[in-house]
């Protein structure tokens, strides 16, 4: 059976990039009926908090993302540190005393000579002296892991054949000097106890798969395919990481973004299919294809959301709506119309509260200099409230009559004293759903 799993950390917020990782796992696993799990990568103690892990689960709540398993790394620390006692009895996984200064001069000295930085291992070579005697005056030390030198491959989900030549990665620290387990253990220890068959996660995390390959093998677990996602990159190509900040999820939604606007753009962006709006999650399972996937980076524009999410509203059925239209106070006779007239016209849900108002409470007139006798005569022509839908056809007859007035001109400075805008739902539709008849004076308290 498939089991996926998305695993953040919860030491900030969800953004859309976090958002590709989560989606592809999730609908891996509903495509073939098997587990999603939500891991949070919390072995961080001082990061990680409780209101970040509140809030990705509210997150991929509001997107409909459900999780069939919670588990939290933070709760499972026992299982890593039998996975590292059982590591270190295998020799491959030992302890080093180098400062970070020293580390770092090491570094640049290997670079200075053209070769690359990796740690040299020097502390396979203490003795048990040495090492008493380090301990006594530093501490304890880290814990690495032991890297076997070959070429570690796979086939990748995305990248196609991938490999790392495992000699040109330091060992991988796996558990710090105050005992904090590191990811890299951590989720190897997980991917196995789990039995997790497909790891997607972003590029950024191919070097981690060499060694968590490695890892796995060691330990004997069955080791999961893997594909690794390219990262977003703005609209111009550049680098998203830093803006990736004001890309919250919790922001998208706050702005009118709606779930399935997002996740239609997400589940094909970088792909080799285009974007198509989906109404349901089970829409989206169906072509989704996670090797249709394109390895070079990603291309992402937030305002491609808004024209999707219009396009999204304008397609919702009354059904869909009704609910919104309801806690509106919009009365249920003229709901259904109410809808027609303005599905067209909403960029997000709660601008169909702004049309409902100004059907309620009437428009700020707009009425420009030139227009003024025009709209104060066409005005004085209006028949008795309350309107119909052929109230607004019989009314501009008699007002381009008397004015003779014609087509824009004649439309135009009418609609805009009525509604207050120059772009708007039918007229005929908006003159029905007036709760009031309009008027000239300026409402507010100016
Ligand atoms: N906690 C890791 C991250 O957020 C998980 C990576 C993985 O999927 O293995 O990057």
Known sequence: ?????????????????????????????????????????????????????????????????????????????????????????????????????????????????????????????????????????????????????????????????????????????????????LYTLASAVDDVEMGITHVVRGSDHVTNTATQIQIIRTLGGAVPSFAHHSLLTGPQGEQLSKRLGTLALGDLRDSGVEPMALLSLMARLGSSDPVELRYSIEDLMEGFDITAFSASPTRFDVEDLRPLTARYLRGLSFDAVAADIDALGVPRRIARRFWEAVRENVGTRREMGEWWILFRDGAEPIVDAADRDFVAEAFALLPEFPFDTGTWSAWTAAVGERTGRKGRNLFMPLRKAISGRERGPEMADVMALLQKPPGLERRGSG
């Open 1 to 181: 059976m498939t089991v996926t799993r998305f695993a953040p950390s919860p030491t900030g917020h969800l953004h859309v990039g976090n958002l590709r990782t989560a989606l592809f796992n999730f609908l891996i696993a509903r495509k073939s009926g098997g587990t999603f799990i939500l891991r949070l990568d919390d072995t961080d103690p001082v990061r990680s908090r409780p209101e970040f892990a509140d809030a990705i689960q509210r997150d991929l709540d509001w997107l409909g993302l459900g999780w069939d398993r919670l588990e939290r790394q933070s709760e499972r620390l026992e299982l890593y540190g039998n996975a590292a006692e059982e590591l270190r009895g295998l020799k491959r996984l030992y302890e080093a005393f180098e400062t970070p200064t020293e580390l770092a001069l090491r570094r640049r000295k290997l670079l200075k000579m053209g070769r690359p930085p990796v740690y040299d291992r020097s502390a396979l070579d203490l003795s048990e002296d040495e090492r008493d005697r380090l301990r006594t005056e530093r501490g304890q030390g880290v814990w690495r892991f032991l890297l076997e030198h070959e070429r570690v491959e796979w086939e990748d989900g995305v990248l196609g054949q991938a490999s790392i030549d495992a000699s040109s990665v330091s060992d991988p620290v796996l558990i710090r000097q105050d005992g904090q387990v």
